[in-house]
């Protein structure tokens, strides 16, 4: 079994962050550990408040996690405020061997902010420990991304939406490959990046390749939207067991 390092925010209503990404590695049979930065209380329709935890406490559970597992992927999730990027930067600088999928996780699809503005630069910088990172449309904007001269791999989500969602994978050698799929319904679904980039990470830790890993990632995504689950709010969560 394949263990998985999870750094990232905690999701109190339980459909993204950490809770979604631990549910993506035991789905796919890999064991998650997890490093929180910030505690938010949230649900699907927006978040009210986040608690960014202390540089140390993020410093401290990494160190417990790693002296204990061999480590065969990261995903690396929000990260809020560029005391904690800067922590975490150290710990990638020792894990250059391994796949490392960061998600740039700088806003919610409800439009709250999950990182502050002093970090974007921060952010920006951390993209070149990633072997890919996966933004979303509205994310690659904010980060203004140079795709002539890209600090890694980067798979830009939700590139063109019509009857087909498509994806666009931009090679730091300059070959852009795309990766489309029928629109399934809802379209609003919350923690598919997150469930996704935890995804991805899970299949290159097992040997895949980056093209078989994002088309693994994608199938899983879709057959979890199309279980998805109820909530008061309508069917809005994955379902990360229905394949």
Partial sequence: MKNILIIA???????AGIQA????????????ATAVTAITAQNTNGV???LALSPKMLDNQLKMITDELKIDAIK??????KELISCVKIWLENFKDIPIVIDPVCVAKSGAKLLEDSALMALKELLSYATIATP???EGKILELDFTNLP????????????FCEDSLYLRNGEILKFSQPLLKPEIMHGAGCSFSSALACFLACGDDKILAIKKAKKFISSAISGALDTKFGKRVLNHKVR
């Avoid at 925010?9 to 459909?15: A, I, K, L, P, Y």
């Avoid at 990404?21 to 998650?32: H, I, N, Q, V, W």
């Avoid at 690396?76 to 405020?81: I, P, S």
């Fill in 48 to 50: 009210i408040d986040v």
């Fill in 152 to 163: 890694c791999d980067i798979l830009l989500k939700r590139t063109k939406v019509d009857e």
């Fill in 9 to 15: 925010g905690s999701d109190s209503v339980g459909g």
């Fill in 21 to 32: 990404d631990l549910k993506t590695a035991e789905a796919l049979g890999c064991y998650g």
């Fill in 76 to 81: 690396v999730g929000m990260l809020f405020n």
């Fill in 136 to 138: 979303n449309l509205a």
